[in-house]
């Protein structure tokens, strides 16, 4: 296979990256294109899936045969904003100081997507006998949209069945065999405005979202109550919060609606929509028919947010990956051990695309370079030999 094309340290490739502004609401075609262009150089082809308005794509490309057994490196190529952030140096130029690396997703997570670039000279020049897939992303910051079509393309026989993903979020290159979901609602009740004195004519939607918002602690109370004992994750148990509330417009005039927004955060094999419907009858047995006596056009809607389904462990006594085959349950926890030759493995708070894959029937595991301590904040960096302890751990994928 050529290896003509160009060749970047992995440094360098993240510069690269990190000059690609992809603040998740901006365009990622440029940077879909330079990879695109990089992949052609050394021979491989990669597909697109846009996305409906055609400002952004995945992107998704095989090294090597496409045969069963083999490996997808997944990567997300949006990063969040900077806006309201102060930094020391230009977020979009990798700046190097000391032995760290400055830059919008140089942690979360470029610095993953470069190491597994940066390789594919030797991936390609390799002769691999299993396929090494790559697979990246576009809004993963805004709630694990962009991946969708692309993992369902790639789950539909775009690709042969892999023996495992990897998704390189960061983790000090720790394995992360689960996390929790994230699903976020909004919930809106219409009541009816009225004199605050003449409550016989009104319908209170901000009295009535409060009950509401009641019975979302009695819901959190009861999965604290009932979640295993042996729970790994901090807190160990699915937690509600309700994050946002506006309603009104003043202390003598009965409130007509009422806005909040809430969260749940499930655990692996949980399913949010148990949350929904619990909160859904109880609206339409407790709250709306008080609401209805004065406002028969009164309502009560909860409609979802866009979110990030959890990381089942797939292996273990709380194994919960239902979507992946039997057999090839623990595939990727296997893979990722053999590449570190470590075998302690962690689950952690945040979420990621890789419940989606798991969704879809792949073994799924996350690790890669960098802190997540350093996500998401001004002066974002990664430590340089972060990146080359990614890139030897992903070079145990030609062997
Ligand atoms: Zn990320």
New binding site residues.
């Given amino acids: 296979m050529s290896t003509q094309g160009p060749r970047y340290t992995p440094t360098e490739m993240l510069a690269k990256l990190v000059g690609f502004d992809t603040v998740s609401h901006q365009s990622n075609l440029a940077l879909i294109a330079f990879v695109e262009d990089y992949l052609a150089a050394h021979g491989i082809a990669a597909t697109r899936v846009p996305n409906a308005q055609g400002d952004k794509a995945s992107l998704y490309a095989t090294i090597g045969p496409n045969v069963d057994g083999g490996v997808v490196l997944s990567a ?1 190529s949006d990063v969040v904003p900077t806006a309201h952030q102060s930094w020391s140096s230009d977020p979009f130029t990798l700046t190097q100081r000391g032995s760290r690396l400055y830059g919008r997703g140089s942690t ?2 470029k610095g993953f997507l470069a190491c597994a670039l940066a390789l594919v000279p030797e991936f390609a020049a390799a002769g691999l006998t299993r396929p090494i897939h790559l697979a990246i992303s576009y809004d ?2 805004v709630g694990c949209v962009g991946c969708q079509d692309m993992i369902k393309q790639m789950a539909d026989g775009a690709i042969a069945p892999p023996r495992g993903v990897i998704v390189g ?1 960061p983790t000090e290159m720790q394995l992360v065999i689960a996390h929790k979901g994230i699903n976020g609602y909004d919930t809106t009740v219409t009541g009816k405005e009225a004199h605050s004195s003449q409550t016989q004519l009104g319908a209170n939607a901000i009295m009535a979202a409060g009950a509401l918002i009641g019975e979302l602690q009695r819901l959190a109370d009861r999965a604290r109550e009932t979640a295993p004992a042996d729970c790994p994750f901090t807190p160990p148990y699915t937690s509600f919060s309700v994050g946002t509330i506006e309603g009104g417009h003043a202390l003598n005039i009965i409130p007509g609606s009422c806005h909040f927004a809430w969260e749940c955060r499930t655990l692996p094999g949980e399913d949010p929509a148990q949350y929904v419907q619990a909160l859904d009858r109880f609206a339409r047995e407790t709250v709306l028919p008080r609401l209805q006596a004065t406002a028969p056009d009164a309502t009560i809607e909860t409609v979802p947010r866009a979110g990030a389904v959890a990381l089942a462990p797939e292996t273990g006594p709380n194994a919960a990956a239902d979507g992946v085959p039997p057999d090839r349950r623990g595939a990727a926890e296997a893979l990722a051990r053999d590449l570190t030759g470590s075998n302690h493995t962690e689950v952690v708070s945040y979420a ?1 695309e890789g419940g989606v894959f798991q969704t879809h029937g792949f073994s799924t595991v996350v690790m890669g370079p960098g802190n997540i301590r350093e ?1 998401h904040q001004p002066d974002e960096f990664i430590e340089a030999d972060e990146l080359e302890r990614c890139v030897r751990v992903l070079r145990g994928l030609i062997a």
Wanted: charged letters at 50%; zero cysteines.
């Fill in positions: 997300h979360d997570m993963e910051e979020e990621t996500a």
